[in-house]
């Protein structure tokens, strides 16, 4: 038998109009499983939200899922709590990497066991669901097996790239509770990643890319504590998440139902494009 999140007894709950989650479920509402699903695979910055944001721009009348944040937020972490006998409470990202990683040594699917989870209302909402996304080999390919019906679409863009959407972005989520300190940095004539207080990011940028980085911050392009915060969500995520293992598991075991972009190559109009014409060619659009 599947593990199971919630508690037999524990109260049904409507995460969003249409979607819940709790046993046992009520009445008109139906597993998540056999549902035709579009799932957004991808890490920190490679243009989810964009995307997204432009599909619903584009009309597209679609049901968006509650998102890998407010799930975290509502599931994972009173999970963790509840687990560990405390109460948590925080906004640091770095701290959320933590509590993801714990849920995954509970259930090895993470936050694809979440998804198998959850409720569907099926006069609630409107064809195709949309989720924003999973992350890891381990998620997807639990979802891969779990939900039979569901498609993939995995967004990628270089690690340089991504640092500097997360740089401009300026979303109140990316903030961490602990960053490098401004005079360790200003003391320093050449500066580095050890300066920045993040020495494992060496190894993840080239020579000129490191370069290209130092040089945003002496020039003022970029705030140095930004960008130590910035990698440090970086390095964290590279630790829990292999995009590359990430792809090879999904083009192993769903290569029909697995569309890869790079989001570097196409406008985001075009993407949106691109995916529209992937959904009604996968028939995940009821005409």
């Known amino acids: 038998m599947m593990q199971t999140i919630t508690k037999p007894n524990q109260q049904f709950k409507q995460l969003q109009s249409g979607i819940a989650i709790g ?3 009520e009445k008109d509402w139906v597993s998540m499983k056999n549902e035709s699903l579009i799932i957004i695979v991808g890490l920190t910055g490679v243009g989810k ?4 944001n432009t599909l619903i ?14 799930l975290t937020t509502e599931l994972i972490i009173p999970y963790i709590a509840a687990l560990n006998g405390k109460n948590i409470q925080t906004i640091c990202r770095l701290e959320r990497f933590k509590y993801t990683r714990q849920y995954q040594k509970q259930f090895s699917g993470g936050m694809g066991h979440i998804l198998t989870q959850l409720q569907v209302n099926l006069g609630q909402i409107n064809y195709p669901l949309i989720f924003d996304g999973l992350r890891g080999k381990n998620e997807v390919t639990y979802a891969a097996k779990t939900l039979k019906n569901a498609k993939f679409v995995i967004l990628d863009a270089p690690l340089l790239v991504r640092l500097k959407r997360l740089l401009t972005r300026n979303d109140a989520f990316d903030k961490i509770t602990k960053s490098v300190e401004d005079t360790i940095v200003s003391r320093k004539k050449n500066l580095s990643f050890s300066a920045l207080d993040i020495p494992e990011a060496s190894n993840l940028f080239t020579l000129t890319e490191a370069q290209e980085i130092f040089t945003g911050i002496k020039t003022g392009i970029y705030q140095h504590t930004e960008v130590s915060q910035k990698l440090k969500i970086l390095v964290e995520e590279s630790i829990n998440y292999d995009s590359q293992a990430t792809k090879i598991a999904l083009q192993a075991i769903a290569p029909q139902r697995t569309l890869l ?7 985001t109009q075009q993407i949106a494009q691109k995916l529209i014409k992937y959904l009604r060619y996968s028939s995940a659009i009821n005409n």
């Open 57 to 70: 721009k584009s009309g597209l009348n679609f049901t968006l899922l509650p998102n890998r944040r407010t």
């Open 261 to 267: 972009l790079d989001t570097t190559k196409f406008t």
């Open 49 to 52: 939200t964009t995307i997204i």
């Open 23 to 25: 046993v046992p479920p």
